[in-house]
């Protein structure tokens, strides 16, 4: 047993970018379309989906079965090598996002954790580790933007050999 | 002057079928992932994306700068050729949707018009006219997943010679 506390740090794209997009309104780049009716907020996310297997992009929603509340012990971690994957609530509420590199063994050392502000979204680039969804309500909802296709998509990697644990 | 009262329909997979995708929990086909603390409604939208012309999906966000209530004028629908684009309230609002068929000519009494029911996205397929988004409250923020490369991607069409109005 190690024991690595992982302190919540606020979820900006400054700080999440070796990781992937956030996904928000706040300092986006957008512009008027429809003749200034709607206003656009651009790009905020690339989708990554491989294109030489075959693979597509996808919209599903998960929810949760259980809840979650902190601190939070990570037991597992996992990667999909062939396409981003992107989580928004479909309605406001705050997210614990905890993730590591792209690499085949990727050190405790280097996870980090975020929390999101409730209207954030996130985007994580192909590759990134990342602990799976977790809520702190049941049933809620969230979308979810990523790959379908042929070939195996997810790496899990158990961290039970390290107490890990996410706290204010 | 034509004039068409287009009558608002519930939103239904299967009434909305010949123009793309309704992106809800009821009735989708769903499974437990990581080992059974999330539940994933699979692939209830096929993001759409010319690959020919080098395009990719992207994440955006959308909102009004002004609101629209029933009885309302349409007056322009547009197409996107080379990608599907989904619309996703980011937080419970209705939807009023106009949408005709493909085609280089719409015929104007071939729209037709949907309410949601607050919680439910909409996808249209590659090439489905739609009305652009209407929102019943400003600022009101709609995810937007849809293409951006190169080519024009955009057609609009003026429907001012009609007389087109959606209401209940």
Sequence with gaps: ?????????????????????????????????????????????????????????????????????LPYRVRVIERHPRGSQAFIPMSPIRMIIVVAPPGDDPDPASLRAFMSDGEQGVNYRAGVWHMPLISERQDHAYLIVDRAGPGDNCDELSLDAHEIVVDI
């Design 1 to 69: 047993m190690t024991g690595i506390r992982l302190r919540l740090e606020p979820l900006t794209r400054a700080a999440f970018a070796p990781f992937g997009d956030v996904i928000e309104i706040d300092g986006a780049r957008h512009f008027p379309i429809n003749g200034g009716t709607i206003e656009r907020y651009h790009d905020l996310a690339n989708v990554e989906i491989d294109s030489e297997s075959g693979g597509r992009a996808i919209i599903s929603i998960m929810t949760c079965n259980e809840t979650a509340s």
